[in-house]
C-alpha cells in the first residue's frame, strides 16, 4: 500500500484483522461441487419466519422501495412497548444487534476506556472495541461459562461496559437469576451492563433471569434482543437495545437513523405478534435435534458441549479447518470454532431430523476418513 495512506490509518486499525464472511452459497456448491447445502453454521431457524411475518413479506410492494423507511422504527417500537410494557422511547432498533453494539460502545467509550467480556464468546463486543481504539479485557470462561467474579476483579475506573452473553454463543451456558443478581451488586452501578439475550427465547426456565426485569431494578442494565435467531429473520437484519430512558438517550446520539430497512421493521412486528406456535414449534425441533445427535456423538467418543440455543459444539480428532472442508463436499456447511479461541472444535446448528441425519451421515464418513489415512 502507498505508505502516506497507511500514515494516516490508526495503529489499531492497522493491527485489526477484517472478518471474512463466508462466500454465497451457489459459489461454495460450485467449489465443493454439490447442488445442495444444509447451512448449520450461523443458528439460523430452520423452519423460517412466523406465519404472519411471511404474509408481510408477501404483501410488501416494490414501489414501497423508494420511500426511506420510518427513521426511529416508529410502528415496531411501538409492538415493542405493548410486548414489554414499557415507553416505546426505551427501545433503539438497529440493523440487526450488531449496529447497536457499535451505538452503545460509542456512547460510553473514549480514549483510554476499556470494556470487559469473555475471551469465548460472540466476537463483535470485541472487535467494535477494538477497531475504535478501546482495550478490551477478555477474560477467560470457567467451567465453560461466563467467570463473575473474574469479570468484576477485572474493573478498574476505566472500565464503561461489561458485555455478559445470556446464554453464551457458542457454549450454551446461562447465569441463573442469583448469579446475574450477585453480579448486579458487585457491578454497583459503577459502569454499564450489556446482557446479550440473542438466545434467550430458547431458554425454558424459571433460574434464567429476564433481563428486561433486571433493569427496572438495575438502572445500568441494558439488553440486546433481535430478530435473527428465534425470528428467522436473520435476512432482514433487525435487533434492539432497551434500557432505561436516559441511558438510550444517549445511545441514541451515536445511533444510525433510517438504518432499519422498510421490510424488516413491519416483518418484526408481525413476528412478535405472532410468536407463541413459533417459539413451541422452534423448541420442539431443537430438542428433537439434541436428541438425535448428543448419543450419537457419545457413541462416537467425542466431548461435547450442549446448553441452551440452536447450537452444540463439538470437539474432533483433526483440524477444524479440514472437517469443515470434508463436510463441505458432502453438501453440510457448520462453523469452525479456530477463530471462537476453540482450536478443533465444530458448531452445529439444531434444525429438522432430516438434515441432522444429512450430518451425522457425512460427519460419521469424515471421521472414518480422518482416521485412516491422509484426507
Ligand atoms: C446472532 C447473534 C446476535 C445477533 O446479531 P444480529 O446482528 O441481530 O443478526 C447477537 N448476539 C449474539 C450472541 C448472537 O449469536
Redo the contacts with the bound molecule.
Sequence with gaps: MCPAIAELVPDYIRAFEAYTPSRPDPVLMRQYGVDHLHRLNN?ENALGPPADARAVIEAFEPPRSAIYPSGDCYALRLALSERFGKDPERFLVGN???EVIASVIKAFCEKGDNIITADKT?AVYEWVAEFSGFEARLIPLSNWGFDPEAMLAAMDARTKILFV?NPN?PTGTWWDKGTMERFLRGVAGRAIVVI?E?YCEYVDDEAFPNGMELMERHPNVVV?R?F??MYAL?GL?V?YVCGQRDVVDYIRRTHIVYSVNSLGQPAAAAALADDAGHILATRRMVAEAKELLLPAFDALGLKYVSGAGNFVMVETPASDSLIYRQLMRRGVMVRTMTGFRFPNWIRVSLVQLPAMRDFLAAFGEVLQAVSTGPA
Design positions: 443458528n440487526g444487534s450488531c460472540f452473553c454463543n446479550d440473542a440486546f433481535t435473527s435467531k436473520a437484519r435487533g
